[in-house]
């Protein structure tokens, strides 16, 4: 099958430039300039389909590299499958996820990855890869860890905050990180005081501070500012380098920023929750309503100004990356698990849909570039997490990974609009963004046009990862 991409505008985290993109079969042939008769006189009347993006922006497909298909949490599980959570990701011109397998305290590492890989072998609409969540860690674990390089995993996940679930202390931290160092492996941090958290939210509930808005008070801004501040310096003794995930705080990105002034492989994501969402307009919405917005880190008051500064960060790279941390719960039989107690409310917040619509309004508004907004959601992802040169980029070789994106062309989210996720509720009900996902190639294929989703479980593939590319 070949296929060409003629008229549009091809966007990369550089530049912009008039071209057309051939495809042969799953990868990129030629990126040619408009009327090039390099490979004949009358290219589009000898390829199978002609896609015509006049008008259009044609960029590399987005990765979301962080996600939780499926993830067990708080007593129930994410409410998305792999089948329906990379469905809704290609409806959003998403076509790559990095998702993470789980291990708890008591688990064996390696088959917490094979369980992941069984649940999304043969269900995914897109590629996928994996990182792996480090929750026990021990001799065995720290043993086991020399062994996800060859598995194509070259990331791991640990938590400074949920004791009792997936909590680490600085001891074992810095443990895992001098292996991490060892390897070659980039330690990713979910960076908030567990312990402090847990007295305060306990102290809330006892006073009958109950709904959702003390979620936010109890994760204050000061436990995610100094639990990053303690994860750079075991990083920093370690030599290992660090990535904080889902950053929401201002203060916490201050610590990232000194940390990188300073010369160290230190980076952070932030995700779109954090630069649009509050926690006066949404966790404080009236009565159980907030449970909607209910994430770790939380969402952050708008009244002290993180939002606009996440936005900063973005354009000042303190913050090289924005993904969704997708792990979406329903309300009726889920969040309201937590009715009278918030610290019952499955944490997380469905995004995987909205993320490059979400980003581009941020070209609209003026917050980034465009060729930021193709280096934040797709470049940098590929680069940071050793899948550059096969995904992130429209170049001869690359995966045929291509998003044609209208400016011209209008996006309503809600449920009944844009909204493919397995929720029976919108955490961006009412939102409208100045453009819209027109086409969509997963290597190649058509998986969304003007027809709908064309797409099939099982198309998407695991991607083995190399190295970091983003490194000092």
Excluded at 188 to 201: C, K, Q, R, S, T
Excluded at 221 to 227: I, V
Aim: proline residues 3%.
């Amino acid at each position: 099958m070949t296929t060409l991409i003629t008229g549009g505008t091809l966007v990369s985290a550089t530049g912009r430039t008039a071209a057309d993109v051939l495809i042969d079969g799953e990868t990129i042939a030629a990126v040619l300039s408009p009327g090039s008769t390099l490979l004949g006189h009358d290219l589009a009347s000898s390829v199978d389909e002609v896609i015509d993006a006049t008008g259009k922006y044609v960029i590399p497909g987005g990765i979301d590299a962080h996600t939780h298909m499926e993830l067990p949490f708080g007593g129930t599980n994410a409410s998305d499958t792999f089948e329906s959570g990379t469905r809704a990701a290609a409806w959003g011109g998403t076509t790559t996820i990095i998702d993470f397998a789980v291990q708890r305290a008591g688990e064996r590492v390696l088959d917490g990855l094979g369980a992941w890989h069984d649940k999304a072998a043969g269900n995914c609409a897109i590629d996928y890869g994996f990182h792996q969540i480090v929750g026990g860690v021990d001799e065995d674990s720290l043993k086991a860890m020399e062994g996800l390089v060859a598995e194509g995993v070259t990331s791991y996940k640990l938590f400074m905050a949920y004791p009792g679930v997936f909590y680490s202390d600085d001891a074992q931290i810095l443990r895992a990180m001098q292996k991490a160092a060892d390897l070659g492996l980039l330690t990713m941090m979910h960076a908030e005081n567990g312990p402090a958290i847990d007295v305060l939210a306990a102290q809330l509930v006892a006073q009958g501070k109950t709904d959702p808005y003390f979620h936010g008070i109890a994760r204050a801004w000061q436990l995610e500012e100094e639990a990053t501040h303690r994860a750079i310096m075991l990083a920093d003794v370690t030599n290992a380098p660090l990535y904080v995930v889902h950053v929401s705080a201002k203060q916490a990105v201050a610590q990232l920023a000194w940390a990188r002034d300073n010369g160290k492989n230190v980076f952070g994501e932030t995700c779109p929750q954090y630069l649009y969402l509050s926690l006066e307009e949404q966790l404080g919405a009236p009565g159980f309503e907030g449970a909607k917005w209910v994430c770790s880190t939380p969402l952050r008051s708008r009244a002290e100004g993180h939002q606009e500064h996440m936005w900063q960060a973005l354009r000042t790279n303190d913050l090289q990356m924005v993904s969704t941390d997708h792990c979406p719960f329903c309300m009726k039989g889920q969040k309201d698990l937590g009715v009278g107690d918030f610290r019952a409310i499955p944490n997380g917040i469905g995004s995987i849909e909205h993320r490059m619509d979400l980003m581009y309004q941020g070209v609209v508004t003026g917050q980034i570039t465009l060729e930021r907004w193709v280096e934040l959601t797709s470049t940098t992802p590929a680069r940071m997490f050793g899948l550059y040169g096969r995904k992130g980029v429209i170049a001869p070789g690359a995966d045929a990974d291509v998003v044609v994106y209208d400016p011209a062309g209008h996006t309503s989210i809600g449920l009944g609009k844009t909204h493919h996720m397995n929720m029976d509720y919108s955490a961006w009900e009412g939102y409208e963004i100045d453009g819209h996902v027109d086409v969509v190639l997963s290597r190649g294929s058509v998986v969304v046009d003007e027809t709908g989703f064309r797409g099939r479980a099982g198309h998407g593939k695991y991607v083995p990862r190399g190295l970091s590319q983003y490194l000092l």
